[in-house]
């Protein structure tokens, strides 16, 4: 009973421990760039300028489709499957696109690199993107994300918009910024293309 005491002891310490060290990775990872424009109750402006983006499109309807399929194209990218065999930093946020027929994930590269100065990635199925400078508005949510929170927090982000008179326009997208194996500290955002200045 004693050493099966120590065993869970020695486990949970181990645990808050590899949490308190990933918390503190996570935080030193770059990530993208925007300016907050303007700050309301339930959300917030941004203004996003251009960014390159590695890019993969995917049938999956699902953020749990997406994610396990797209990651691993993405992460192969990186981790050198492309024509240098080169590693490229992970940055944060991801970017998933959920549509109804066609979903997109995205890596943000690091910000010393382009799509010039990239290596071209061995697979055919990932493409490096340029993004265009934009206006959003974003929710934040902590935990674990689903599809079903996800859409939660659309349809609480499209109510607030619309209660502020603001436009919106394209689809909800979804922002995540932690590993899987991260159990504290997670942020996760829905984000969308908004009409900005306003009239």
Request: hydrophobic share 40%; aromatic share 10%; net charge positive.
């Given at each position: ?28 990872t ?5 300016t ?43 981790f ?48 490096l ?71």
């Open positions: 009973m004693k050493i099966i005491l120590i065993t869970s002891i020695s486990l949970a310490v181990l645990l808050v421990v590899l949490q308190i060290y990933t918390t503190m990775a996570t935080n030193k770059e990530t993208q760039t925007f907050v424009i303007k700050e309301e109750k339930l959300f917030e402006i941004r203004f996003y300028p251009a960014a390159t983006l590695a890019k993969i499109s995917s049938t999956s309807k699902s953020y749990k489709d997406l994610g396990s399929s797209g990651f691993s194209k993405l992460a192969n990218y990186i050198g499957g492309n024509s240098q065999n080169k590693q490229i930093a992970m940055t944060s946020p991801v970017h998933m696109d959920i549509g109804d027929s066609i979903s997109t994930m995205a890596f943000v590269m690091p910000s010393n690199f382009n799509k010039d100065n990239l290596p071209k990635p061995n697979s055919n199925e990932v493409r993107e340029t993004s265009e400078p934009e206006y959003v508005a974003a929710i934040k949510f902590g935990g674990f994300a689903s599809t079903e929170i996800i859409n939660k927090h659309k349809e609480i982000l499209s109510n607030a918009l619309q209660e502020k008179g603001i436009s919106f326009y394209g689809n909800f997208r979804f922002l995540g910024y932690n590993p899987p194996y991260q159990l504290l500290g997670r942020r996760n955002e829905v984000i969308v293309a908004i009409n900005w200045p306003q009239k």
